[in-house]
Protein backbone atom coordinates (compact mmCIF):
# COMPACT_ATOMS: atom_id res chain seq x y z
CA UNK A 1 0.00 0.00 0.00
CA UNK A 2 1.17 3.51 -0.73
CA UNK A 3 1.99 6.40 1.62
CA UNK A 4 -1.55 8.26 2.72
CA UNK A 5 -0.73 11.33 1.29
CA UNK A 6 -2.19 14.71 3.63
CA UNK A 7 -1.94 18.15 3.03
CA UNK A 8 -1.58 20.50 6.51
CA UNK A 9 -2.62 23.93 5.38
CA UNK A 10 -0.09 26.44 6.97
CA UNK A 11 -1.48 29.92 8.25
CA UNK A 12 1.91 31.23 9.79
CA UNK A 13 0.54 30.99 12.76
CA UNK A 14 1.19 28.36 16.08
CA UNK A 15 2.71 25.42 16.40
CA UNK A 16 2.55 22.63 13.02
CA UNK A 17 5.65 20.68 14.55
CA UNK A 18 3.51 18.41 16.69
CA UNK A 19 0.73 17.84 13.87
CA UNK A 20 2.99 16.89 11.20
CA UNK A 21 5.17 14.39 13.38
CA UNK A 22 1.87 13.12 14.08
CA UNK A 23 1.14 12.16 10.34
CA UNK A 24 4.40 11.09 9.75
CA UNK A 25 4.08 8.43 12.84
CA UNK A 26 0.58 7.07 11.40
CA UNK A 27 2.62 6.48 8.25
CA UNK A 28 1.38 9.32 6.27
CA UNK A 29 3.32 11.69 3.27
CA UNK A 30 2.55 14.97 4.69
CA UNK A 31 2.75 18.19 2.40
CA UNK A 32 2.43 21.74 4.06
CA UNK A 33 1.35 24.58 2.39
CA UNK A 34 -0.90 28.07 2.32
CA UNK A 35 -1.51 27.95 -1.50
CA UNK A 36 -4.94 27.16 -3.22
CA UNK A 37 -2.98 25.26 -5.87
CA UNK A 38 -1.43 22.71 -3.91
CA UNK A 39 -4.87 22.65 -1.75
CA UNK A 40 -6.59 22.01 -4.88
CA UNK A 41 -4.59 18.98 -5.89
CA UNK A 42 -5.40 17.10 -2.16
CA UNK A 43 -7.77 14.71 -1.07
CA UNK A 44 -7.04 14.99 2.71
CA UNK A 45 -6.62 18.22 4.26
CA UNK A 46 -5.86 19.32 8.06
CA UNK A 47 -6.95 22.59 8.81
CA UNK A 48 -4.83 23.16 12.16
CA UNK A 49 -5.25 26.04 14.22
CA UNK A 50 -3.67 28.38 17.26
CA UNK A 51 -4.94 31.56 17.99
CA UNK A 52 -8.05 34.40 17.65
CA UNK A 53 -11.15 33.21 15.57
CA UNK A 54 -10.78 36.67 13.25
CA UNK A 55 -6.87 36.82 13.14
CA UNK A 56 -7.08 32.83 11.95
CA UNK A 57 -9.62 33.83 9.23
CA UNK A 58 -7.94 36.85 8.21
CA UNK A 59 -4.50 34.56 7.49
CA UNK A 60 -7.01 32.17 5.57
CA UNK A 61 -8.38 35.55 3.46
CA UNK A 62 -4.68 36.57 3.29
CA UNK A 63 -3.65 33.30 1.77
CA UNK A 64 -6.25 33.96 -1.13
CA UNK A 65 -7.69 29.83 0.86
CA UNK A 66 -11.27 31.38 1.63
CA UNK A 67 -13.14 30.32 -1.74
CA UNK A 68 -11.41 27.10 -2.05
CA UNK A 69 -12.30 26.01 1.52
CA UNK A 70 -15.32 27.50 1.75
CA UNK A 71 -16.34 25.55 -1.76
CA UNK A 72 -14.95 22.27 -0.24
CA UNK A 73 -18.04 20.51 0.33
CA UNK A 74 -18.54 20.85 -3.59
CA UNK A 75 -15.60 18.30 -3.79
CA UNK A 76 -14.68 14.60 -3.14
CA UNK A 77 -12.18 16.60 -0.56
CA UNK A 78 -12.43 15.55 3.34
CA UNK A 79 -10.92 18.28 5.51
CA UNK A 80 -10.10 17.81 9.20
CA UNK A 81 -10.19 21.06 11.14
CA UNK A 82 -8.28 21.19 14.89
CA UNK A 83 -9.48 23.22 17.84
CA UNK A 84 -9.36 26.95 16.22
CA UNK A 85 -9.39 25.22 12.57
CA UNK A 86 -12.58 23.65 13.94
CA UNK A 87 -14.19 26.42 14.81
CA UNK A 88 -13.85 28.36 12.19
CA UNK A 89 -15.36 25.76 9.81
CA UNK A 90 -18.95 27.22 11.53
CA UNK A 91 -21.07 29.96 10.53
CA UNK A 92 -19.22 33.14 12.49
CA UNK A 93 -17.47 33.37 15.33
CA UNK A 94 -17.91 36.03 18.61
CA UNK A 95 -14.27 36.16 19.67
CA UNK A 96 -12.98 39.94 19.35
CA UNK A 97 -16.30 40.53 18.04
CA UNK A 98 -18.51 39.02 15.69
CA UNK A 99 -16.50 37.68 12.65
CA UNK A 100 -17.82 35.34 9.78
CA UNK A 101 -16.16 31.88 9.57
CA UNK A 102 -16.01 29.31 6.53
CA UNK A 103 -19.67 28.46 7.14
CA UNK A 104 -19.20 24.98 6.38
CA UNK A 105 -21.14 23.57 9.52
CA UNK A 106 -24.30 25.84 11.00
CA UNK A 107 -23.89 27.43 13.97
CA UNK A 108 -21.65 29.80 15.81
CA UNK A 109 -18.80 30.15 18.19
CA UNK A 110 -19.21 31.36 21.63
CA UNK A 111 -16.67 31.78 25.08
CA UNK A 112 -17.34 28.79 27.33
CA UNK A 113 -19.14 29.86 30.39
CA UNK A 114 -17.19 31.63 33.09
CA UNK A 115 -19.03 29.98 35.86
CA UNK A 116 -20.00 25.96 36.28
CA UNK A 117 -23.68 25.13 36.07
CA UNK A 118 -23.00 25.04 39.75
CA UNK A 119 -22.23 28.39 39.86
CA UNK A 120 -18.63 28.07 40.88
CA UNK A 121 -16.10 30.45 38.69
CA UNK A 122 -14.18 27.57 36.05
CA UNK A 123 -10.83 27.96 35.28
CA UNK A 124 -10.57 29.69 31.59
CA UNK A 125 -8.96 28.03 29.33
CA UNK A 126 -10.41 24.49 29.37
CA UNK A 127 -7.23 23.18 29.84
CA UNK A 128 -5.82 19.37 29.98
CA UNK A 129 -7.33 15.62 29.66
CA UNK A 130 -10.94 15.39 29.16
CA UNK A 131 -13.02 12.50 27.90
CA UNK A 132 -14.82 12.40 25.18
CA UNK A 133 -18.51 10.86 26.06
CA UNK A 134 -21.61 10.35 23.34
CA UNK A 135 -23.27 13.64 21.37
CA UNK A 136 -26.75 13.68 23.05
CA UNK A 137 -28.56 11.91 20.08
CA UNK A 138 -26.05 9.01 19.53
CA UNK A 139 -25.40 6.16 20.98
CA UNK A 140 -22.20 4.86 18.60
CA UNK A 141 -19.59 6.11 17.28
CA UNK A 142 -19.60 3.46 14.04
CA UNK A 143 -18.78 5.68 10.87
CA UNK A 144 -17.37 8.71 13.15
CA UNK A 145 -13.95 9.81 13.07
CA UNK A 146 -13.91 8.05 16.74
CA UNK A 147 -15.22 4.64 15.19
CA UNK A 148 -12.10 3.09 17.27
CA UNK A 149 -11.97 4.97 20.28
CA UNK A 150 -14.97 4.21 23.13
CA UNK A 151 -16.61 7.05 25.69
CA UNK A 152 -14.49 7.81 28.31
CA UNK A 153 -11.41 8.27 26.14
CA UNK A 154 -9.84 11.11 27.03
CA UNK A 155 -8.26 13.58 25.06
CA UNK A 156 -5.78 17.23 25.05
CA UNK A 157 -8.17 20.16 25.02
CA UNK A 158 -7.14 23.69 25.34
CA UNK A 159 -9.32 26.41 24.81
CA UNK A 160 -11.38 29.52 25.87
CA UNK A 161 -13.94 29.57 23.34
CA UNK A 162 -16.16 26.55 22.38
CA UNK A 163 -18.70 25.55 18.73
CA UNK A 164 -22.48 25.80 19.36
CA UNK A 165 -23.99 23.57 16.31
CA UNK A 166 -27.43 24.69 15.10
CA UNK A 167 -27.70 20.81 14.12
CA UNK A 168 -27.92 17.93 16.33
CA UNK A 169 -26.79 16.04 13.61
CA UNK A 170 -23.57 17.88 12.99
CA UNK A 171 -22.45 16.86 16.59
CA UNK A 172 -20.50 13.38 17.50
CA UNK A 173 -18.69 13.47 20.51
CA UNK A 174 -18.46 16.23 23.58
CA UNK A 175 -17.04 16.58 26.98
CA UNK A 176 -18.60 17.83 30.49
CA UNK A 177 -16.63 21.41 31.66
CA UNK A 178 -17.80 22.72 35.24
CA UNK A 179 -20.88 20.88 34.05
CA UNK A 180 -21.36 22.28 30.46
CA UNK A 181 -21.13 19.94 27.60
CA UNK A 182 -18.84 21.15 24.78
CA UNK A 183 -18.74 20.19 21.53
CA UNK A 184 -15.86 17.74 20.98
CA UNK A 185 -16.15 16.56 17.77
CA UNK A 186 -18.50 17.53 14.84
CA UNK A 187 -19.00 16.37 11.46
CA UNK A 188 -20.93 17.60 8.34
CA UNK A 189 -20.21 15.10 4.90
CA UNK A 190 -16.71 15.42 4.29
CA UNK A 191 -15.99 18.01 6.79
CA UNK A 192 -14.77 16.65 10.27
CA UNK A 193 -13.90 19.05 13.34
CA UNK A 194 -11.50 18.28 16.78
CA UNK A 195 -11.67 20.84 19.45
CA UNK A 196 -9.16 18.97 21.27
CA UNK A 197 -5.72 17.99 19.94
CA UNK A 198 -5.69 14.46 18.54
CA UNK A 199 -1.84 14.98 17.98
CA UNK A 200 -1.29 15.71 22.11
CA UNK A 201 -3.60 12.84 22.99
CA UNK A 202 -1.58 9.75 23.43
CA UNK A 203 -2.03 6.64 21.32
CA UNK A 204 -6.07 7.41 21.82
CA UNK A 205 -5.58 10.41 19.72
CA UNK A 206 -3.34 8.83 17.25
CA UNK A 207 -6.70 6.13 16.25
CA UNK A 208 -8.48 9.63 15.73
CA UNK A 209 -6.33 10.90 13.04
CA UNK A 210 -5.28 7.24 11.60
CA UNK A 211 -9.01 7.34 10.79
CA UNK A 212 -9.71 10.35 9.34
CA UNK A 213 -6.81 9.58 6.82
CA UNK A 214 -8.23 6.02 6.26
CA UNK A 215 -11.73 7.46 5.58
CA UNK B 1 -13.74 12.05 42.05
CA UNK B 2 -10.88 14.00 42.17
CA UNK B 3 -8.79 13.51 39.05
CA UNK B 4 -4.91 13.19 39.60
CA UNK B 5 -2.53 14.06 36.67
CA UNK B 6 1.21 12.66 37.13
CA UNK B 7 4.21 14.44 35.22
CA UNK B 8 7.46 12.81 34.65
CA UNK B 9 10.55 15.20 35.23
CA UNK B 10 13.77 14.49 33.44
CA UNK B 11 16.44 16.60 33.97
CA UNK B 12 18.95 16.76 31.86
CA UNK B 13 22.68 18.31 31.75
CA UNK B 14 24.06 17.60 27.67
CA UNK B 15 23.46 14.64 26.99
CA UNK B 16 22.24 12.63 30.16
CA UNK B 17 19.13 12.35 32.21
CA UNK B 18 20.77 12.87 35.78
CA UNK B 19 19.71 13.51 38.93
CA UNK B 20 20.77 14.97 41.96
CA UNK B 21 19.92 15.07 45.62
CA UNK B 22 19.53 18.54 47.17
CA UNK B 23 19.89 19.68 43.31
CA UNK B 24 23.92 18.53 44.11
CA UNK B 25 25.57 15.50 43.39
CA UNK B 26 24.07 14.90 40.22
CA UNK B 27 24.19 11.42 38.81
CA UNK B 28 23.67 10.47 35.36
CA UNK B 29 20.63 8.38 35.37
CA UNK B 30 20.62 7.44 31.25
CA UNK B 31 19.99 8.93 28.23
CA UNK B 32 17.00 10.51 28.53
CA UNK B 33 15.15 10.39 25.15
CA UNK B 34 15.07 6.44 26.29
CA UNK B 35 13.51 6.99 29.74
CA UNK B 36 10.84 9.57 28.14
CA UNK B 37 9.96 7.25 25.68
CA UNK B 38 8.90 4.54 28.26
CA UNK B 39 6.98 7.20 30.60
CA UNK B 40 5.18 8.30 27.83
CA UNK B 41 4.08 4.03 26.59
CA UNK B 42 3.31 3.82 30.41
CA UNK B 43 0.89 6.24 30.36
CA UNK B 44 2.37 9.48 31.97
CA UNK B 45 -0.05 12.46 31.59
CA UNK B 46 2.61 15.41 30.42
CA UNK B 47 6.75 15.37 30.39
CA UNK B 48 8.91 18.09 31.32
CA UNK B 49 12.48 17.94 30.54
CA UNK B 50 14.50 20.81 32.20
CA UNK B 51 17.74 21.80 30.96
CA UNK B 52 19.61 21.68 34.82
CA UNK B 53 23.02 24.24 33.26
CA UNK B 54 21.33 26.10 31.07
CA UNK B 55 21.48 29.25 33.03
CA UNK B 56 25.27 28.30 33.88
CA UNK B 57 25.85 28.52 30.39
CA UNK B 58 24.19 30.97 29.49
CA UNK B 59 21.26 28.96 26.67
CA UNK B 60 19.19 25.77 26.79
CA UNK B 61 20.34 22.89 24.41
CA UNK B 62 16.98 21.22 24.81
CA UNK B 63 15.70 22.37 21.17
CA UNK B 64 16.98 19.78 19.11
CA UNK B 65 16.12 17.21 21.88
CA UNK B 66 12.20 18.64 22.16
CA UNK B 67 12.20 18.57 18.31
CA UNK B 68 13.10 14.43 18.14
CA UNK B 69 11.48 13.46 20.79
CA UNK B 70 8.23 15.37 19.41
CA UNK B 71 8.67 12.87 16.55
CA UNK B 72 7.62 9.75 18.86
CA UNK B 73 6.02 11.62 21.82
CA UNK B 74 2.26 12.92 21.38
CA UNK B 75 1.35 14.03 24.81
CA UNK B 76 1.97 17.61 26.09
CA UNK B 77 5.48 19.06 26.87
CA UNK B 78 7.32 21.71 28.99
CA UNK B 79 10.34 22.59 28.55
CA UNK B 80 12.67 24.72 31.14
CA UNK B 81 15.93 26.11 32.28
CA UNK B 82 17.45 29.31 30.61
CA UNK B 83 14.57 30.59 28.71
CA UNK B 84 14.82 34.47 29.23
CA UNK B 85 13.08 36.14 26.20
CA UNK B 86 9.58 35.74 24.41
CA UNK B 87 12.01 34.85 21.29
CA UNK B 88 13.30 31.39 22.96
CA UNK B 89 9.59 30.78 23.99
CA UNK B 90 8.53 31.18 20.39
CA UNK B 91 11.50 28.68 19.29
CA UNK B 92 10.35 26.23 21.51
CA UNK B 93 6.74 26.42 21.26
CA UNK B 94 7.49 25.85 17.20
CA UNK B 95 9.90 23.01 17.80
CA UNK B 96 6.52 21.12 19.34
CA UNK B 97 6.73 22.10 23.32
CA UNK B 98 3.69 23.27 24.91
CA UNK B 99 4.64 24.74 27.20
CA UNK B 100 7.82 26.67 29.02
CA UNK B 101 9.06 26.80 32.44
CA UNK B 102 10.97 29.92 33.39
CA UNK B 103 12.69 30.81 37.05
CA UNK B 104 15.69 32.36 36.54
CA UNK B 105 14.37 34.80 34.22
CA UNK B 106 11.32 35.65 35.99
CA UNK B 107 13.58 36.60 38.99
CA UNK B 108 15.90 38.70 37.15
CA UNK B 109 13.03 40.38 35.03
CA UNK B 110 9.38 39.59 36.58
CA UNK B 111 7.93 41.19 33.69
CA UNK B 112 8.93 38.77 31.01
CA UNK B 113 5.95 36.84 32.88
CA UNK B 114 3.26 39.42 31.38
CA UNK B 115 5.54 39.59 28.10
CA UNK B 116 5.22 35.60 27.83
CA UNK B 117 1.51 35.30 28.84
CA UNK B 118 -0.10 37.98 26.79
CA UNK B 119 1.61 36.75 23.94
CA UNK B 120 1.42 33.04 23.66
CA UNK B 121 -1.18 33.30 26.49
CA UNK B 122 -0.94 32.07 30.07
CA UNK B 123 -1.54 28.43 29.93
CA UNK B 124 1.74 28.24 28.01
CA UNK B 125 3.78 29.18 31.13
CA UNK B 126 5.01 27.47 34.41
CA UNK B 127 6.69 29.59 36.52
CA UNK B 128 9.08 27.24 38.25
CA UNK B 129 9.70 27.90 41.63
CA UNK B 130 12.99 26.49 43.52
CA UNK B 131 12.27 27.09 47.44
CA UNK B 132 14.94 25.99 49.88
CA UNK B 133 13.99 26.25 53.80
CA UNK B 134 14.55 29.07 55.83
CA UNK B 135 13.18 28.71 58.96
CA UNK B 136 10.30 26.76 60.06
CA UNK B 137 7.63 28.37 57.96
CA UNK B 138 9.81 30.42 55.74
CA UNK B 139 11.31 29.24 52.34
CA UNK B 140 13.33 31.17 50.19
CA UNK B 141 13.67 31.47 46.02
CA UNK B 142 16.81 29.83 44.43
CA UNK B 143 17.86 30.37 40.81
CA UNK B 144 19.88 28.92 38.32
CA UNK B 145 19.32 25.22 39.71
CA UNK B 146 19.51 25.82 43.17
CA UNK B 147 22.83 27.61 42.51
CA UNK B 148 21.68 31.09 43.63
CA UNK B 149 19.69 32.94 46.46
CA UNK B 150 17.35 35.50 45.75
CA UNK B 151 16.38 36.69 49.26
CA UNK B 152 12.89 36.72 47.98
CA UNK B 153 9.83 34.63 50.12
CA UNK B 154 8.54 31.75 48.20
CA UNK B 155 4.68 32.55 49.03
CA UNK B 156 4.71 35.70 48.60
CA UNK B 157 6.64 35.16 45.33
CA UNK B 158 4.22 32.72 44.15
CA UNK B 159 1.48 35.32 44.37
CA UNK B 160 3.19 37.48 42.40
CA UNK B 161 3.97 35.34 39.37
CA UNK B 162 0.26 34.14 39.61
CA UNK B 163 -0.61 38.51 39.36
CA UNK B 164 1.59 38.97 36.67
CA UNK B 165 0.00 36.49 34.58
CA UNK B 166 1.42 32.64 35.26
CA UNK B 167 -0.82 29.86 33.60
CA UNK B 168 1.00 27.37 36.55
CA UNK B 169 3.56 27.12 39.31
CA UNK B 170 5.80 24.48 39.71
CA UNK B 171 6.94 24.68 43.30
CA UNK B 172 10.58 21.86 43.68
CA UNK B 173 11.48 21.90 47.31
CA UNK B 174 15.41 21.70 47.19
CA UNK B 175 15.62 19.97 50.77
CA UNK B 176 13.33 17.25 49.93
CA UNK B 177 14.58 17.08 46.04
CA UNK B 178 16.34 13.27 45.41
CA UNK B 179 15.48 12.43 48.78
CA UNK B 180 12.63 10.12 48.56
CA UNK B 181 11.66 11.36 52.01
CA UNK B 182 8.25 12.83 51.21
CA UNK B 183 6.92 16.27 49.81
CA UNK B 184 7.26 19.63 52.13
CA UNK B 185 4.35 19.54 52.89
CA UNK B 186 4.31 22.72 55.39
CA UNK B 187 6.01 24.73 52.06
CA UNK B 188 3.10 22.74 49.43
CA UNK B 189 0.25 24.08 51.63
CA UNK B 190 2.14 27.50 52.29
CA UNK B 191 1.98 28.42 48.36
CA UNK B 192 -1.25 25.97 47.61
CA UNK B 193 -3.57 28.23 50.04
CA UNK B 194 -2.20 31.77 48.39
CA UNK B 195 -2.69 30.97 44.84
CA UNK B 196 -5.62 29.84 42.29
CA UNK B 197 -3.76 28.75 39.30
CA UNK B 198 -3.00 25.16 38.88
CA UNK B 199 0.26 24.17 41.10
CA UNK B 200 2.70 21.24 40.18
CA UNK B 201 4.58 19.73 42.93
CA UNK B 202 8.00 18.43 43.05
CA UNK B 203 10.76 16.95 45.44
CA UNK B 204 10.56 13.91 47.85
CA UNK B 205 8.40 11.39 46.14
CA UNK B 206 9.87 8.08 48.15
CA UNK B 207 6.97 5.90 48.89
CA UNK B 208 3.23 5.03 48.21
CA UNK B 209 2.06 7.41 51.38
CA UNK B 210 4.27 10.10 50.40
CA UNK B 211 2.20 10.60 47.11
CA UNK B 212 -1.89 10.26 49.27
CA UNK B 213 -0.62 12.64 52.03
CA UNK B 214 0.65 15.35 49.41
CA UNK B 215 -2.76 14.49 47.10
CA UNK B 216 -4.81 14.80 50.90
CA UNK B 217 -2.86 17.05 53.29
CA UNK B 218 -2.17 19.79 50.84
CA UNK B 219 -5.15 19.54 48.39
CA UNK B 220 -3.02 19.03 45.55
CA UNK B 221 -3.91 17.00 42.13
CA UNK B 222 -0.55 17.56 40.48
CA UNK B 223 2.57 15.86 41.48
CA UNK B 224 5.78 15.89 39.31
CA UNK B 225 8.17 12.59 39.48
CA UNK B 226 11.26 12.30 38.94
CA UNK B 227 14.06 9.86 41.19
CA UNK B 228 10.92 7.05 41.86
CA UNK B 229 10.54 6.65 38.80
CA UNK B 230 14.13 6.82 37.44
CA UNK B 231 14.96 4.27 39.67
CA UNK B 232 12.10 1.98 38.62
CA UNK B 233 11.08 2.12 42.35
CA UNK B 234 7.44 2.44 40.88
CA UNK B 235 6.17 2.38 37.21
CA UNK B 236 3.65 4.82 35.94
CA UNK B 237 0.76 2.33 36.15
CA UNK B 238 1.64 1.10 39.63
CA UNK B 239 1.33 4.57 41.01
CA UNK B 240 -2.17 5.04 38.51
CA UNK B 241 -3.19 1.80 40.67
CA UNK B 242 -2.32 2.74 43.83
CA UNK B 243 -4.56 6.29 43.07
CA UNK B 244 -7.36 4.31 42.03
CA UNK B 245 -6.96 2.21 44.94
CA UNK B 246 -6.81 5.40 47.18
CA UNK B 247 -10.56 6.85 45.22
CA UNK B 248 -8.64 8.92 43.04
CA UNK B 249 -9.48 9.54 39.37
CA UNK B 250 -6.58 8.74 36.85
CA UNK B 251 -6.68 8.76 33.26
CA UNK B 252 -6.65 5.61 31.39
CA UNK B 253 -3.99 5.87 28.33
Given amino acids: MSEKKVTVIDLGVGNLFSIISALKYCGCQVTVTSESKVIENSSSIILPGDGAFNYTMNQIKKRGLFEILKTIKLTEKKLLGICIGMQVLFDYGLEFGKTEGLGLIKGNVIPIPDYSTENKKLVIPHMGWNSLIFSNHLNTWEGTLLKNNKPSDEVYFIHSFMVN ?15 HRISAVVKEENIFGCQFHPEKSGELGLKILREFIRL | MKKIR ?248
Avoid at chain 2, 24 to 48: M, N
Avoid at chain 2, 119 to 125: A, E, I, N, V
Avoid at chain 2, 141 to 162: C, F, I, L, M, P
Avoid at chain 2, 212 to 217: E, F, K, M, Y
Fill in chain 1, 165 to 179: PSEKKSKVADCIYGG
Fill in chain 2, 6 to 253: LIGRLDIKGPNLIKGIHFEGLRIIGEPKKYALQYYLDGIDELLYMDTVATLYGRNNLLEFVKEIGKNIFIPMTVGGGIRSVDDVYNFLSAGADKVAVNTAAVNKPEIINEISKRFGSQCLVVSIEAKRKSENQWEVYTNNGREKTGKDVESWAKEVQQLGAGEILLTSIDQDGTQKGFDLNLISSVKKNISIPLIVSGGMGKEKDLINVINDCDIDTVALASVLHKNKFSIKELKKILQSNNFYVRNS
